[in-house]
């Protein structure tokens, strides 16, 4: 049964690179991993998405090791605006279903 | 282009009754899936439907079922509300489906049973 694991919240302040890691034991072989931020009464907005070692696109990086058991979102220099919820998302090994993660709640403070 | 929309964005019923949530997708894209949000499960797949055809099928009970019209809009439908269904409904819309395609989420339908 594919599982995940994430941090259940965060705390972090303006100007610092924070790091979320989801742990996903059961990832199908063929899958990718993707990132969603979601704000409040909002649905959740793909951030990055990567299959294995590092993906950075403009708002952030993905780090995947070769086992891919794990991965770690990098949101270099928060601001109050990343206040917000993040999950890992991918799908079981069947391919039958997308998993998200339980979400970080990260808190940004001045 | 235009995002996903859902409509109502709001609804309140009764237990025992019935509702119908409606997604419209973003031009092109022939997969939607729909996921119910609440404060203690977090987000759970519900189903997907691509090209009219129920694909994938998370573990819900029978009262949730959906179904895709010939323009890949899509109606997922309650039966028999019970209090526990009071969540947040959001559907995703991709190009070809769950593997690999980018999700694109609506703002969801918040239901809340009394």
């Known amino acids: 049964l594919a599982k995940t694991t994430q941090p259940i919240s965060m705390d972090s302040y303006e100007g610092q690179e924070v790091n979320i890691t989801c742990s996903h034991n059961?990832?199908?072989?063929?899958?990718?991993i993707t990132w969603y931020q979601q704000f409040p009464s909002q649905g959740p907005r793909f951030i990055i998405q990567g299959y294995k070692t590092k993906v950075t696109n403009e708002v952030a990086s993905l780090f995947i090791p070769a086992d891919r058991k794990s991965s770690t979102l990098s949101l270099p220099r928060v601001s109050l605006s990343d206040t917000a919820v993040y999950y890992c998302l991918f799908a079981n090994q069947a391919g039958t279903a997308l998993i998200f993660g339980k979400g970080t709640t990260l808190s940004v403070s001045s | 282009k235009a995002g996903v929309t859902q409509t109502p964005r709001y609804l309140i019923k009764t237990r025992g009754q019935q509702v119908t949530l409606s997604c419209s997708p973003i031009s092109g894209h022939r997969s939607v899936s729909w996921y119910q949000q609440t404060p203690g499960q977090g987000l759970q797949f519900l189903f997907e439907y691509f090209s009219e055809t129920q694909r994938n099928k998370g573990n819900f009970p029978g009262r949730f079922s959906g179904r895709q019209f010939s323009n890949s809009r899509s109606e997922m439908n309650v039966s028999t509300l019970e209090l526990g269904d009071s969540a947040l409904y959001l559907c995703a819309s991709s190009l070809a489906g769950l593997h690999t395609d980018t999700q694109y989420f609506g703002p969801g339908t918040r239901l809340t049973v009394l």
């Open positions: 059961n990832i199908a072989t063929n899958d990718y």
